[in-house]
């Protein structure tokens, strides 16, 4: 009994608290073709703005790129930020996005690692963000990943 209540308690502590948050774009309502990206230099994960183009792409939505204004094509906007824990090295531990049509929010999606002693910590953006992603925008054709 004393081995599965260790077992239990090693399991739980090396899961950590993970968690997600996602208000899905209602695709029936926003037929995207184009979001534009608003870049946020004060982002220190390199890879954020990679993966954030990928998400969308893969969806079948092309995006742009800017700063400071939207191009006036651009209907649909997505800000995010993206903030780094460290734990023996540098990790991304919380990221945030909200996407707009105009100037309504649409949709929303949070990533959070509160700590712990999960491994999975250390995964890459794409690792972490690819799913939080798909589910925003789970309305749209999603294209096989490589």
Not at 53 to 67: A, S
Not at 76 to 103: I, S, V
Not at 114 to 143: H, I, Q, R, Y
């Amino acid at each position: 009994m004393k081995k599965i209540l260790t077992l239990i308690f090693a399991a739980l502590i090396l899961q950590g608290c993970t968690s997600v948050n996602v208000r899905k774009v209602d695709a029936s309502a926003h037929a995207m073709k184009l979001v534009c990206i608003e870049q946020n230099p004060k982002v220190l994960v390199s890879d954020m703005l990679t993966v954030l183009e990928d998400g969308f792409q893969r969806h079948n939505i092309q995006t742009i790129i800017y700063r400071d204004k939207a191009p006036e094509r651009c209907n649909y906007t997505l800000w995010y930020t993206a903030t780094r824990g460290w734990d023996l090295a540098p990790f991304m531990n919380r990221a945030e996005l909200r996407l707009r049509h105009r100037d309504e929010i649409i949709a929303t999606a949070t990533y959070h690692h509160a700590g712990g002693f999960a491994l999975n910590k250390w995964a890459g953006t794409s690792t972490k963000m690819t799913p939080v992603l798909d589910e925003l925008l789970s309305g749209f054709d999603a294209k096989p990943m490589n």
